[in-house]
């Protein structure tokens, strides 16, 4: 992936992290996978959608639509299984930002 593309993929996952309810999500995802940590998405502790909610008091719609601004912005993994949708923190994605935030 080339310089440019590498910073516009992380001003899009900066751009979806700004709001205040993503970024609470992300962090009740990331402590499934926090940073330093070994994971993968076959050892990520998945969420269900309605677990991540709880205490935000948003709609669900509401809910749903920062999880697929999150998604989209490849920050988070969301898989649907029975009626349930889970979803877990992309481990590679925090690699990322990890190796941004630690550059000299």
């Not at 809910?63 to 988070?76: N, V």
Request: a positive charge.
């Amino acid at each position: 992936m080339s310089n440019y593309q590498n910073n516009k993929a992380l001003a899009e996952m900066f751009k979806a992290l700004s709001n205040p309810h993503r970024l609470v999500l992300f962090h009740r995802l990331m402590t499934c996978c926090a940073p330093g940590t070994k994971c993968n998405a076959d050892v990520a502790i998945k969420f269900c959608v309605s677990e991540l909610g709880e205490g935000l008091n948003i709609a669900a719609s509401t809910l749903s639509h920062h999880l697929k601004a999150l998604h989209q912005a490849r920050l988070i993994h969301m898989e649907r299984n029975g009626k349930n949708v889970e979803c877990w923190v992309e481990p590679d994605v925090l690699k990322e930002l990890s190796t941004f935030f630690n550059q000299s």
